[in-house]
């Protein structure tokens, strides 16, 4: 069927310690289908990584994915491993590439860091002003829920980088109080002990493809998308079709903030949350369904969205005041 192992296997990556450790998860599961493959890394520095500033101003976080794609449309490379999270919802798939697998879902859920030495551990023990760092609109936004006193300030960067900023141990214009990272960030970068306040999805409604891993080829690659296909986990990519429906009807970019989580019930029903929030947290909708009898993924995303539009959703992704 295939024509492996006797063929190279190049695979596309951002050049982060975090990307190509994901990498190596991913080479890991190939070599157990393909004991004998052979694997080319091929780290790609893009511009959004080189970029200190804010990246609605290059274009938004949907450039850490897009050089990589070209690079697999043009057959430099045969396979790329993307955050799904990264993966624009407010565009088409690029031409002629698919995703032939998700992994299984990491934890989804954000994690309330402080400098070490420090003794506080919740949102809570943080002082009125005290300054708490994310580069996510959509954790600022629902911060901004709950406690409007404290100063956002957006911190950007490799994940250990900022877990150095948080520590004092790189400079930064302003001491930081405290930061919000993903668990699975922390957990693939093996720093799971920093972690003080665990957030649940009630608490802080994770990003659309939160925690998943998608394996990216070319449609017409038979033998890559065979492979990959193996990897496949049903699951997750039921999951994420829902979330990423509901995304793409919002026409939602990278910079949007918007929440979204699909779970699969006890009872096999799919579940799915959405949220779209002001910048600041002032003002959100909120919409929660279930799959009917067909349980359809996409069918339960384009309602979640349906009725998060019904409520306002594009003015406040737009930012128009009412």
């Excluded at 002082?127 to 911190?155: C, F, H, M, Y």
């Excluded at 980088?161 to 405290?178: C, E, F, M, Q, Y």
């Excluded at 009807?249 to 959405?274: F, K, M, W």
């Amino acid at each position: 069927m295939t024509d492996f192992p006797s063929r190279t296997l190049r695979i596309g990556t951002r050049s982060s310690p975090m990307a190509l450790a994901q990498v190596e998860i991913v080479s890991g599961l190939l070599r157990k289908i393909e004991p004998e493959l052979n694997i080319e890394v091929v780290p790609v520095t893009t511009e959004a990584d080189k970029w200190q500033g804010d990246l609605a101003q290059l274009g938004g976080k949907g450039l850490f994915v897009r050089e990589i794609d070209t690079m697999l449309q043009r057959g430099q490379v045969d396979m790329a491993v993307h955050c799904v999270k990264d993966v624009p919802g407010d565009v088409p798939m690029p031409k002629g590439l698919i995703f032939a697998a998700y992994l299984p879902r990491d934890d989804v859920r954000d994690v309330l860091l402080f400098p070490e030495g420090s003794d506080m551990q919740t949102l809570d023990d943080l002082p009125p002003g005290a300054s708490v760092a994310t580069s996510a609109v959509r954790r600022k936004a629902q911060i901004g829920r709950v406690r409007p006193d404290l100063n956002v300030v957006r911190v950007r960067g490799l994940v250990g980088t900022r877990v150095d900023k948080l520590d004092g141990k790189k400079p930064i214009d302003h001491k930081l109080d405290a930061m919000i990272l993903a668990m699975s960030g922390l957990e693939r970068l093996g720093i799971m002990e920093r972690a003080r306040q665990v957030f649940t999805v009630d608490e802080m409604l994770p990003a659309v493809g939160a925690g998943a891993l998608g394996l990216e080829c070319r449609k017409d690659d038979d033998a890559v998308a065979h492979l990959l296909q193996q990897l496949n986990h049903e699951k997750t990519m039921t999951e994420i079709t829902a979330e990423r429906v509901m995304l793409h009807g919002l026409r939602g970019h990278c910079n949007s903030p918007i929440a979204g989580y699909c779970v699969t019930e006890a009872d096999g029903q799919l579940s799915l949350r959405g949220m779209v929030f002001s910048r600041d947290g002032s003002k959100f909708v909120n919409a929660h369904d279930w799959g009917e009898s067909m349980n359809d993924p996409a069918v339960l995303g384009s309602r979640v969205c349906a009725e998060l539009l019904r409520q306002g959703a594009r003015d406040i992704i737009e930012g128009i005041p009412h």
